[in-house]
């Protein structure tokens, strides 16, 4: 990258820099960590969504009544940001229906409805020795091939992002192990377990992203994680990094500044300076994908929650409905009041404990009143500035839930809106209960709406003035051959 942030990048020695604003809520995070990662049973159905993030829908190539054996692909990503789907298992397809899935928009999705055989039985996979000699256009179709988008929560297809940051020339690679959210430890148990995998993915994606320098940034109260990482790391060229432990370091544009302590800028990405991140899950999924042949079929997901017997972090397949995951771990049905996807502080309330788990689904808890007693009533803002104080995007989030509520669509795009990471640090501390992220997030679907109907009637004018020509231009071009055939009568 030739630019003059590329520059600075080179120059900058990676260490922990002071990332703004953030909090330090309690962890909760030990209960899971107990115990080793646990493959997940297989249940009597797995409910596969086609849209398993926010991109395309993916288009089904089963029917119902068709078998299919374990890694086959049964939809297929016929759009640039749609995903390739893979059988979890093998099994009979027994409909094609929506069902709903865990999102922030609660909707429905057309899913692939699979009844497992309890057989297995899988198709060969093909497995490379030496990812060295592929090229990198090759490596990145096997990514786009396996299904892979960003585990961490986003969800953008891996693929994608490899594309734009060669094109982008980034020099540095970020692999995100920050997992900072109160109570989710799927990163952490998979780097104390399988650190190595994860290395072997942070290499093939360096060598795809050609980034000149690739480091793993991790908060350094995560011991084990730590040890597992620095073992794994001997003979390697990657490095480590270890942060403070704070909310929200793990965040792209957070981590970004913490490695690097350069700023992303308002309205821009990490790639606009040269940096590109991924998250740990995800290099292990491009590792399973390159080195062992597999696409991804299944996910570390923490289940966590009081109502818990045995918390845990599965090993789960995509597909696996909340329900069944639960009744695994022993339900204490009395005190459970309801399920949350994501952690504490980000994450959405889950409708229907039936909706199943998603390429995104990193965590699942089982809400109880102890651990999440009912939000106090929501009081007048007393401008106290406390929000402003933990904002790690430098946001007003007072001004913001005002223009919010009187719908100021100028004022909160000047005011950086769309700077907002939603990571809820405002909300946490707010002595008056706002529960500020909702109503930013209502403000972006809103935005969004609009944006769309703008585009609706603009698309709709333009046919109607293009209509209006063509009338008028046939109209004129009549009038014309009327002269013409009137002045070659004349003559
Ligand atoms: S923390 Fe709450 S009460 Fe204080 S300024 Fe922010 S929105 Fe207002
Ligand atoms: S939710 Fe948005 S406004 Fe609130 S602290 Fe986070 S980035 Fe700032």
Redesign the pocket.
């Known amino acids: 990258m030739s630019t003059d942030s590329a520059f600075k990048l080179n120059d900058i020695k990676l260490r922990p820099h002071r990332i703004f604003?953030g909090i330090k809520p309690p962890a909760f995070k030990s209960s899971s960590m107990r115990s080793r990662i646990m493959p997940s049973p297989i249940p009597e159905r797995l409910i596969l969504s086609l849209r398993q993030h926010q991109g395309s829908a993916a288009l089904p190539l089963v029917n119902v009544g068709d078998m299919v054996l374990k890694y086959q692909l049964i939809a297929a990503a016929d759009q640039e940001s749609a995903l390739n789907l893979h059988a979890p298992t093998s099994g009979k397809i027994v409909a094609i229906e929506s069902a709903l899935i865990p999102s922030q928009l609660q909707q429905s999705e057309m899913c692939i409805h699979l009844q497992p055989d309890n057989k297995d039985n899988a198709i060969a996979l093909n497995e490379i020795s030496d990812y060295r000699a592929k090229t990198n256009a090759d490596l990145v179709a096997l990514v786009k091939q396996a299904g892979i988008c960003g585990l961490g929560g986003a969800g953008y297809p891996t693929a994608n992002k490899l594309k734009a940051s060669i094109d982008i020339e980034a020099e540095l690679l970020i692999i995100n192990a920050a997992e900072c959210e109160p109570y989710i430890t799927a990163d952490e148990a998979l780097l104390r377990e399988f650190a190595k995998e994860v290395v072997s993915g942070a290499e093939i994606l360096q060598k795809i992203c050609l980034a000149s320098r690739c480091i793993i940034a991790i908060e350094k109260n995560k011991k084990e994680a730590v040890s597992a990482l620095a073992a794994a790391l001997n003979n390697s060229s990657i490095s480590l990094v270890q942060l403070p432990a704070k909310y929200?370091a793990g965040g792209e544009k957070q981590i970004v500044q913490g490695v690097t302590g350069l700023e992303v800028p308002s309205g821009g990405y990490p790639p606009d300076i040269g940096v590109l991140v991924q998250n740990v899950g995800t290099a292990y999924a491009v590792h399973q994908a390159i080195v062992e042949g597999k696409p991804c079929i299944s996910r570390i997901t923490t289940l966590t929650g009081a109502p818990l017997q045995t918390p845990k972090n599965f090993s789960v397949l995509i597909g696996t409905p909340v329900s069944f995951l639960f009744e695994v771990c022993g339900i204490e049905e009395e005190q459970l009041t309801g399920a949350i996807v994501g952690g504490s502080i980000m994450g959405v309330e889950l409708a229907d404990l039936q909706a199943p788990v998603v390429k995104t689904t990193n965590c699942l808890i089982a809400k109880s009143t102890q651990e999440f007693p009912e939000a106090g009533k929501e009081q007048a803002c007393i401008r106290c500035g406390f929000?402003a104080d933990?904002?790690?995007?430098k946001?007003l989030?007072q001004q913001?839930y005002a223009y919010a509520r009187s719908c100021n669509r100028d004022e909160l795009e000047s005011h950086g809106l769309f700077?907002?990471?939603?990571?809820?640090?405002?909300?946490y501390v707010c002595p008056s209960n706002i529960p500020?992220?909702q109503y930013?997030r209502a403000s972006k679907q809103s935005f969004a709406k609009q944006l769309k109907q703008e585009e609706k009637s603009l698309y709709w004018q333009s046919r109607f003035q293009t209509h209006q020509y063509r009338l008028k231009k046939n109209q004129e071009d009549k009038l014309s051959q009327r002269k013409t055939k009137k002045n070659q009568a004349e003559v």
């Open positions: 604003g929200p929000c933990v904002c790690p995007a946001l989030p913001l700077d907002c990471i939603e990571c809820g640090a405002c909300a500020l992220v930013y």
